[in-house]
């Protein structure tokens, strides 16, 4: 993995890192109390767990060049999706290098390094 990082910046084969992060979505049980004159707001340290989002960051290291992307729902369809954003985003590309665990290898506690040919999915 570390001698994909160390590849100089090339606009064609741009290496990308990829990452993702699950979030819980939490709702307040009770309202929270709004500042009022010589009183900070207040807000309840109770709250009731709703569903998990999920998170990706994508950075292109040496290009300085970085983004987010919020899915509803962790799933292999999400990730795919992410994976079409990237590759939409960098259209001057013909290889992707994502420095990212892929979705099935990453279950399994690997990494599995993939080139992603533009042409061949951007069909």
Do not use: W
């Not at 990829?18 to 709702?27: A, F, G, R, S």
């Not at 004159?37 to 309840?44: F, I, K, L, M, S």
């Amino acid at each position: 993995m570390l001698a994909l990082y160390e590849r100089p910046y090339c606009a064609k084969e741009p290496v990308v890192c990829l990452d993702e992060k699950p979030v819980p979505l939490h709702t307040d049980v009770r309202p929270p109390r709004p500042a009022h004159p010589g009183h900070v707001a207040q807000r309840d340290n109770e709250y009731r767990r709703g569903e998990t989002a999920n998170i990706f960051g994508v950075v292109e290291p040496k290009a300085g060049r970085h983004f987010t992307c919020v899915m509803p729902k962790r799933s292999s369809a999400a990730f795919a999706r992410m994976i079409r954003t990237v590759i939409t985003a960098y259209p001057a590309a013909r290889t992707i290098h994502p420095g990212a665990k892929s979705a099935p290898a990453a279950e399994k506690g690997g990494e599995a390094q993939v080139a992603l040919s533009t042409s061949a999915l951007q069909q």
